[in-house]
């Protein structure tokens, strides 16, 4: 028997891949490749799309939540500080703002105690929250900046009253500190102006906070309430 001849035969067939395409083939599969990519791209932008529309959504979900808190929260619209009035609130008025080096007897010399302006250091004191007695000339500098200045007796108020009255107030252009032996639980004051408070809960602090608060009437309206010096025992 004579040995199997594995050559192949010229008439052997073959295979669809090795096949040589035609120009017409060719650009066939050409126009295919870019229908195809095409596709893909379609494909891509459509899902960029969807991408946008929902992270679009979300944020004007998030914006509409914070508007509603905040006319929830807000409950009535700013007033005007021009037609809110404090009861018994004592104004100063043609205060001089002379910058002194020296201390000043703000009781003997304008009748204020704590001071509600007049002449002050030339550093203002940073507005914050403090738990010993500031230097009143310092203080009296940032009141001319809009600060409003709220102070306390701390025989009269601590633990949760002083919490709360902390609370109350703006987080920006205010200074809280304590005077011993202050006549009242609580004096507001303002450049020029000043109420004395029967306590954190008395209503009319909130009224004196936004009628007197960065008002635009103070000698430097708009200057800064930091960046210069801080007073003994600030903590916050």
Not at 87 to 95: E, H, L, N, P, R
Not at 170 to 193: F, N, R
Request: hydrophobic content about 35%; overall charge negative.
């Amino acid at each position: 028997m004579s040995p199997r001849d594995n050559t192949p035969s010229d008439d052997a067939p073959v295979p669809p891949a090795a096949k040589k395409l035609t120009v017409k083939q060719e650009r066939e599969q050409r126009r295919l490749a870019k229908v195809e990519a095409f596709k893909k791209q379609q494909a891509r932008a459509k899902r960029n799309r969807i991408i946008a529309v929902t992270l679009s959504s979300v944020a004007a979900l998030a914006v509409i939540a914070v508007i509603v808190t905040i006319v929830v929260t807000s409950g009535t619209p700013k007033r005007n500080p021009d037609d809110i009035t404090v009861d018994g609130v004592q104004t100063w008025a043609d205060i001089d703002y002379q910058h002194v080096e020296t201390r000043v007897d703000y009781e003997a010399q304008y009748g204020m105690n704590p001071p509600a302006g007049g002449s002050h250091s030339q550093y203002w004191l940073n507005c914050g929250i403090y738990e010993e007695e500031q230097p009143a000339e310092n203080a009296v500098h940032s009141l001319e900046h809009g600060a409003v200045w709220v102070t306390y007796n701390p025989d009269e108020v601590a633990g949760d009253d002083l919490q709360a009255l902390r609370d109350s107030l703006p987080s920006t252009y205010v200074i809280l500190s304590p005077i011993a032996d202050l006549d009242a639980p609580v004096v507001a004051s303002a450049w020029g102006a000043q109420v004395k408070l029967d306590g954190v809960d008395d209503e009319r602090l909130g009224d004196f906070v936004e009628k007197y608060w960065q008002s635009g009437d103070v000698p430097e309206p708009g200057a800064r309430c930091d960046g210069v010096m801080d007073g003994p025992g600030k903590v916050a």
